[in-house]
Nanobody, 124 residues
Framework: QVQLVESGGGLVQAGGSLRLSCAAS????????MGWFRQAPGKEREFVAA????????YYADSVQGRFTISRDNAKNTVYLQMSSLEPEDTAVYYC?????????????????WGQGTQVTVSS
């Protein structure tokens, strides 16, 4: 079993930055591929970014490419999402997810564990 706890969300003006953190506990964190997803009101959950356990494979949604960076610190059992140049369209609840695999995926249903989410609100 893996527990994931997100933090770092909040209210920020357009053009600003936030860093989300996801602390993992339970099974060996370094064995998991990690992803970030988000869900805006009235919309389906969508992929944001993912990183393999080695860091050799990293993927981003087109909408965040060049603005967001996913990173992980296996020693701290934590994955981060650095978000810059935020836009009102980035407003959503952000979730981190863990997949018991060395291979990363952008598909939400292929992740095994989920955090409770953290709200990010970008004002115009």
């Amino acid at each position: 079993q893996v527990q994931l706890v997100e933090s770092g969300g909040g209210l920020v003006q357009a053009g600003g930055s936030l860093r989300l953190s996801c602390a993992a506990s339970g099974r060996t964190f370094s064995s998991y591929a990690m992803g970030w997803f988000r869900q805006a009101p009235g919309k389906e959950r969508e992929f944001v970014a993912a990183r393999s356990w080695t860091g050799g494979s990293t993927y981003y949604a087109d909408s965040v490419q060049g603005r967001f960076t996913i990173s992980r610190d296996n020693a701290k059992n934590t994955v981060y999402l650095q978000m810059s140049s935020l836009e009102p369209e980035d407003t959503a609840v952000y979730y981190c997810a863990a997949r018991l695999s060395i291979f990363v995926t952008t598909t939400a249903r292929e992740y095994d564990y989920w955090g409770q989410g953290t709200q990010v609100t970008v004002s115009s």
